[in-house]
């Protein structure tokens, strides 16, 4: 009797699996789909606004950036969604490969531009324009021409993947180079995000209680409670990947029937989501 109950619970739990693996795949690509047309529309609006305004501060340097960087990954968004629809990858390894890099290369360089916008209103920081524009070029720069051929040289070429598949590269991430990587990229991102949320929030603090009542009257007070906007989205959006990451580091060699392969990708569909971020510039949560 004992053993029919574990081969019982056994087989339930194997009938699972196939529903639960569903119900994630249903997850994904409604995430793409929401990140796709909410991030569309917002860079559409985002875009129009400013043109109208024709500023050209250190802020709308970086936004106009963020724009361009939100663009280049929701035109890759499509191919995702018709891999995960159609459950076959048509493109070819070199798109596949290049639509794997564009999300990782569009996280951090947001990460870069949101973390830059934190610490320029956080420490008051004043650059020419000039400055600016040579920082943000140097920053497309080495992402253009050199990073981004890193990754389509040596990201998925030291394994053999079939043509139909694409997004599993979880055989290159047991490799001690790409897990040094990969937990240096975890801590730093972790760091910096914790580092600048506490300073923030002590600053924050401080203007509360040196403003009180008439907090939101005060300019100063306004644009560092907005910073905060930028820290909240890499909170929401990018640590719960970088904190799955170094699980599935960990455990993606105990992996074999690649059950946590779906929660990677819904987290790292999560960072995706960062590009809602000029829809809530339009309706006026950050602006």
Not at 46 to 57: E, K, N
Not at 130 to 151: E, K, N, Q, R
Not at 200 to 226: C, G, T
Request: proline content about 3%.
């Amino acid at each position: 009797m004992p053993n029919s109950s574990i081969t019982q619970q056994s087989h339930s739990s194997n009938e699972t699996l196939p529903d639960t693996l569903e119900r994630l795949h249903t997850v994904l690509i409604a995430l793409y789909i929401i990140n796709l047309a909410g991030g569309t529309l917002g860079v559409i609006m985002m875009s129009h606004q400013l043109f109208q305004r024709r500023s050209q501060s250190v802020m709308t340097i970086i936004i106009i950036s963020l724009l361009v960087l939100h663009t280049f990954m929701l035109l890759s968004i499509p191919f995702r969604l018709s891999y995960y629809i159609l459950r076959e990858w048509k493109f070819g390894r070199v798109a596949c490969k290049l639509a794997s890099a564009i999300i990782y290369l569009h996280m951090y360089t947001t990460f870069a531009f949101y973390m830059a916008i934190v610490i320029i209103r956080l420490f008051r920081l004043e650059f020419r324009k000039c400055y600016t524009t040579t920082l943000v070029a140097a920053v497309w720069l080495m992402g253009a021409l050199v990073i981004t051929p890193i990754l389509l040289s040596y990201y998925g070429t030291s394994k053999t993947y079939h043509s139909s598949e694409c997004f599993q590269f979880q055989k290159e991430i047991q490799e001690a180079p790409m897990v040094i990587m990969n937990y240096c990229m975890v801590g730093i991102l972790v760091v910096v995000c914790v580092v600048l949320t506490i300073i923030q929030l002590s600053v924050i603090y401080r203007l509360a209680v040196k403003y009180w009542p008439d907090i939101n009257s005060h300019v100063e007070f306004r644009a560092q409670a907005k910073s905060f906007f930028f820290i909240l989205v890499t909170l929401v959006c990018f640590m719960p990947h970088h904190v799955f990451r170094a699980y599935y580091i960990q455990n993606c060699h105990l992996d074999k029937d690649r059950k946590l392969l779906p929660y990677n990708e819904i987290f790292l569909a999560l960072t995706t989501m960062c590009c809602l971020d000029m829809l809530c510039f339009i309706a006026g949560i950050a602006h």
